[in-house]
Structure formats: structure tokens, C-alpha cells
């Protein structure tokens, strides 16, 4: 992973009205924190997640405050969605948008932290799947919306475990490898073009995931998904100000 020190604006003459952005994790943890933080700044979200109800919940927050534009729902459930759903949804979406200017890669699942020789094999192929498989096909399928916008940005969510293949990490470590890998392919595949393609390593974050990872872990001492030094590198790579950063990963903290 190439760690690229940015001067990130924190998100203070940040506007992203005229943007539709296509966020998957909206549900929970540091995508529905992204969702209303760039709800706020005044683009139109598409809030992806397998839970209705949920879904709901993080559009009714954002619907709260009136200046914010309404957004719409996209369910699919990254572990059992078949390839078609994939493409129906990218017809959907190119039917009743003009374009897509952001896709940002949120959703993820840990699985087990046992030993390779112990790793159960239907876990593992769950995790690649949610974490590496279902990004891809997603990444895909809206390719033709992202290519109807003059300045597309792609973000995949990273990990310290993509650095450095922590024992005990198994399928989430290699998952995340994996993204960097697919990242990095997709920006030299582009760099001919306008679309721009980076990973984001948040670091620690208290979420249901960290509280799963770590439950001993004092939660005072880590970032809430919503603090600022999270969601400034998403909000920058989703914004004009970084026109021209591709194939980039970079440390939220
Ligand atoms: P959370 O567990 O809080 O949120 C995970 C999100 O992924 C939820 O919205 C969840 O949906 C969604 N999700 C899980 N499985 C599926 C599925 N099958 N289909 C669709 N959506 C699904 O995790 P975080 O916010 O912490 O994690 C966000 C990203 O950040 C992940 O990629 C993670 O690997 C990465 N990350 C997190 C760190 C941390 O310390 N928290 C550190 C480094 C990286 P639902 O609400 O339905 O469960």
C-alpha cells in the first residue's frame, strides 16, 4: 500500500451538489455516517445496503434535515445477489439517473480470526465474496452511469491488515489485499480517462465491526465513523478537489 500524505481539505469549501453518489455499507458504521455527511453537502445519495428497514432509517435521518435532497434506496445483499440483480440494478439506475459521479465501497464483513489451518472454508469464501467478489461485479455493473460523468471517482475501503498479513486475520486480510490490488488495476486500466480510482485505510473506527474485532478495546480512544479525519478523505476523493488523484492509498489517521 503506497501511503500518500495528502493536504486534505477538511471538508470546509466542500460542496457536492450536482453529484450522485452510490454508497454501499449506508446501514451502519462509516457508510451511513458518509451517507448523511455527503447528504449534507448537498449531493444525491443512493443508499445501498440488504436491509429495508434500515435502509430507511439512514434515508429518514437524512430527510431530517430539509436542505438535504431526498435520497433513493438500492437494496442488494452483497452476499446473495446473483449476478443479474447486479445488472438490473444498473439498468434501474441508468434509467432514472443522469449519471453516477461517486461509487463508494463501504460494505464489509470480518469473519473468523483462527488460524488458516483451522479457517472454515464457507466463511472464507463468504468474506471474499462481500468483501472482494461483490465490489467488483457491483464496480462493473455501474461502470456505464460512472462513464456519463465528466469526473467519475471510485473509492474502495482498505485496512491496515492489507499492509501486512496478520496471523489470525485469514479471509478479511487477503480480501483486503485484494481491494488494494483491484484499486490499483482499475486506476492503471483508467489513466487514460477521468475516472479516478483510490482506496482509503479509515484505521480504527468505533463501529459494530471494531466492537466485534476488538471487544475489549477502550472505545473512548477511537474515532466515532462520523469524526471529521474519517470522512475527509472519502468526502475529498468524492469531490472536484481531487480531479486527477488515481491509483492513490491513503490513511485516514
Ligand atoms: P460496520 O459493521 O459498522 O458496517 C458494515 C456495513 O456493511 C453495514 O452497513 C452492513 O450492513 C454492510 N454489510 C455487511 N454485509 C453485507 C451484505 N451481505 N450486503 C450488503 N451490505 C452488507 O463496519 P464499518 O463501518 O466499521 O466498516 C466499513 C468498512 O470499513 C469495511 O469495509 C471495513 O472492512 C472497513 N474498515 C473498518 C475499520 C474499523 O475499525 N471499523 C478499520 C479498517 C477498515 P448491515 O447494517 O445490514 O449489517
Not at 501511503?3 to 457508510?31: E, M, W
Not at 435521518?61 to 438535504?68: F, G, M, Q
Not at 438490473?88 to 459521479?101: A, G, M, Q, R, Y
Request: hydrophobic share 40%; aromatic share 8%.
Amino acid at each position: 500500500m503506497i501511503n500518500t500524505q495528502f493536504n486534505i481539505q477538511k471538508n470546509k469549501d466542500i460542496n457536492l451538489s450536482n453529484k450522485t453518489i452510490f454508497i454501499t455499507g449506508a446501514t451502519d458504521g462509516i457508510g451511513k455516517a458518509l451517507s448523511l455527511k455527503t447528504a449534507n453537502l448537498g449531493a444525491k445519495i443512493i443508499l445501498s445496503g440488504r436491509s429495508k428497514k434500515k435502509l430507511e432509517s439512514t434515508h429518514d435521518e437524512i430527510r431530517s434535515n430539509k436542505d438535504c435532497i431526498a435520497p433513493s434506496i438500492a437494496l442488494l445483499d452483497l452476499e446473495t445477489a446473483d449476478v443479474e440483480s447486479y445488472f438490473n440494478l444498473s439498468e434501474t439506475i441508468l434509467k432514472n439517473f443522469d449519471k453516477i459521479d461517486g461509487l463508494v465501497h463501504c460494505a464489509g464483513i470480518l469473519g473468523d480470526r483462527t488460524p488458516i489451518e483451522q479457517y472454515k472454508p464457507e466463511v472464507w469464501q463468504r468474506v471474499m465474496h462481500v468483501n472482494l467478489t461483490a465490489p467488483f461485479v457491483l464496480t462493473q455493473a455501474l461502470f456505464p452511469a460512472l462513464r456519463l460523468s465528466n469526473n467519475p471517482s471510485i473509492i474502495f475501503t482498505s485496512s491496515d491488515y492489507a499492509k501486512n498479513g496478520k496471523a489470525f486475520w485469514g479471509a478479511y486480510s487477503v480480501s483486503k489485499f485484494g481491494t488494494e490490488s483491484l484499486s490499483q488495476i482499475l486506476a492503471n486500466e483508467n489513466d487514460h480517462n477521468s475516472m479516478r480510482v483510490n482506496c482509503i485505510n479509515p484505521g480504527p473506527v468505533n463501529t459494530k465491526m471494531r466492537l466485534a474485532a476488538f471487544p475489549a478495546e477502550n472505545k473512548e480512544k477511537i474515532k466515532s465513523p462520523e469524526d471529521k479525519d474519517i470522512l475527509a478523505p472519502y468526502v475529498y476523493l468524492l469531490s472536484d478537489a481531487s480531479i486527477n488523484v488515481s491509483g492513490k492509498s491513503i490513511n485516514a489517521q
